[in-house]
T-cell receptor
Framework: KQEVTQIPAALSVPEGENLVLNCSFTDSAIYNLQWFRQDPGKGLTSLLLIQSSQREQTSGRLNASLDKSSGRSTLYIAASQPGDSATYLCAPEIKAAGNKLTFGGGTRVLVKP | EAGVAQSPRYKIIEKRQSVAFWCNPISGHATLYWYQQILGQGPKLLIQFQNNGVVDDSQLPKDRFSAERLKGVDSTLKIQPAKLEDSAVYLC????????????FGPGTRLTVT
């Protein structure tokens, strides 16, 4: 059974600092891995999807790396802004009877102006 | 393109009452998922449909939860009778196929059981 851990659980930084969010998973036989953002009271918004054959994926100020062999992914957010305040969730996908996501507990980020 | 729609957005009920949630996926998406997200935790998959058939319901508490997806489009998740520990956000998601593409999530329904 896939277990996903996200560290730290919460993070508070001043505006402009770079953010580093860590995700570890126990089963390295994944198909891909998604990073999501969740604002309070809202659903999940997909930020990045990394295929298992990729090492990293970039979108604007966001960069996610994937190391399948060690069961780790890291989300980097450059030059953080108050609008980046949200909970960030990682979800590796296993390919067994359909694409199933297993979510970590999330990292709650607060960027202070 | 319209996103995943869910209703109601909020619901408060007393324990032992019943409740139903509705989800309309993105047009053309064959796969539909229901997740339960307890406060402070990540979402947990309850049930996955491919068209109108169930692919996985291994984590659905079948003594009180039921779900259906008639005609392979809209879906309804029901809880009867509700318990205090069912208080959570219920998220619906859809994807193009059962083994392809990203999952797109709706805004969720926040259930409070008192």
């Amino acid at each position: 059974k896939q277990e996903v851990t996200q560290i730290p659980a919460a993070l508070s930084v001043p505006e402009g600092e770079n953010l580093v969010l860590n995700c570890s998973f126990t089963d390295s036989a994944i198909y891909n891995l998604q990073w999501f953002r969740q604002d309070p009271g809202k659903g999940l918004t997909s930020l990045l999807l990394i295929q298992s054959s990729q090492r990293e994926q970039t979108s604007g100020r966001l960069n996610a790396s994937l190391d399948k062999s060690s069961g780790r992914s890291t989300l980097y957010i450059a030059a953080s802004q108050p609008g980046d305040s949200a909970t960030y969730l990682c979800a590796p996908e296993i390919k067994a009877a359909g694409n199933k996501l297993t979510f970590g507990g999330g990292t709650r980020v607060l960027v202070k102006p | 393109e319209a996103g995943v729609a869910q209703s109601p957005r909020y619901k408060i009920i007393e324990k032992r009452q019943s409740v139903a949630f509705w989800c309309n996926p993105i047009s053309g998406h064959a796969t539909l998922y229901w997740y339960q997200q307890i406060l402070g935790q990540g979402p947990k998959l309850l049930i996955q449909f491919q068209n109108n058939g169930v692919v996985d319901d291994s984590q659905l508490p079948k003594d009180r939860f039921s779900a259906e997806r008639l005609k392979g489009v809209d879906s309804t998740l029901k809880i009867q009778p509700a318990k205090l520990e069912d208080s959570a956000v219920y998220l619906c998601a859809s994807s193009q196929g059962w083994d392809e593409g990203e999952q797109y999530f709706g805004p969720g329904t926040r259930l409070t059981v008192t």
